[in-house]
């Protein structure tokens, strides 16, 4: 059975590409922050648990992980959103951002990636704002996402042995964006009819897993 490690596997993008999957007969392997769910959906899946904030969390849960070989590995982690003018955004954001999406991700991609079967494939996921638009007010968001972006692009030069993809979602529902304010759902609304569906883009990150041919590539998914 092939193997795939979910970081954040118990967020609403996480478990969408857990049930899928599943469904395909993945052997799933998942990473939570807070506390490991009681949900009946997670029966089957090894949880891990991993904060990507704390050196010493990546360090037990790399190894709790060790010499496990790893068909395809998905990142869904992200800081929680800030939203507010450039000069309201306080460094510590910029640092949080930084400190979790990129350098705890930087630290366990260097971990894992020993055992990392070749051709095996590693997803990021990072947001419609890189590669369609970026927009005010999501400073250090965007500026973290696009140094993933960066990331993505010089691993898969460097290691042609392994496929490095990434997805670039619109808006979808969940807690995440519950700190939006209303004005910019509203915009968000009278740009698109509808929300991403997190299993649309679950279904593109198995898609890029099992296209052989796919690296360095950045699939923006905007709403219907
Ligand atoms: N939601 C959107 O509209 C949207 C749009 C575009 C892109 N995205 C991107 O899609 C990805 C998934 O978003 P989502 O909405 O599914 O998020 P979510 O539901 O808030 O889930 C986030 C996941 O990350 C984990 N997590 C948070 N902080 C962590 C940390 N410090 N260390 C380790 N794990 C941590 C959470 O664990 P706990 O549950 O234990 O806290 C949870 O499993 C993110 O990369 C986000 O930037 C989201």
């Known amino acids: 059975m ?71 590995v998905v990142n869904t982690v992200a800081n929680t959103l800030f939203f507010n003018r450039f000069e309201k955004t306080p460094p510590e954001v910029f640092e949080q951002d930084m400190k979790i999406n990129v350098l705890g991700w930087v630290s366990v991609l260097q971990g894992i990636l020993p055992s990392m079967k070749r051709d095996a494939s590693i997803i990021f996921v990072l947001t ?52 939006l304010p209303e004005m910019m759902k509203e915009s968000y609304r009278l740009k698109y009819r509808n929300l991403v569906d997190p299993h649309d883009i679950a279904r593109e990150v198995l898609r890029l897993i099992g296209d052989r041919a796919s690296n360095g590539r950045n699939s923006v998914i905007l709403p219907k």
């Open 2 to 72: 092939k193997k795939m490690l979910i970081l954040g596997v118990t967020g609403v993008l996480g478990k969408a590409v857990a049930e899928i999957a599943k469904s395909r007969s993945w052997d799933v392997v998942g990473t939570y922050r807070r506390a490991c769910p009681e949900d009946k959906f997670f029966d089957g899946v090894a949880m891990h648990k991993l904060d990507m904030a704390s050196k010493i969390s990546i360090g037990d849960f790399l190894k709790e992980v060790e010499g496990v070989q790893w068909d395809a």
């Open 128 to 179: 419609q704002m890189v590669g369609n638009a970026p927009k005010k007010y999501f400073s250090s968001y965007t500026a973290s996402k696009y140094a993933l972006l960066g990331l993505m692009y010089a691993l898969a030069d460097e290691y042609p042995q392994i496929r490095w993809n990434a997805v670039s979602p619109g808006l979808f529902d969940s807690g995440y964006i519950k700190g």
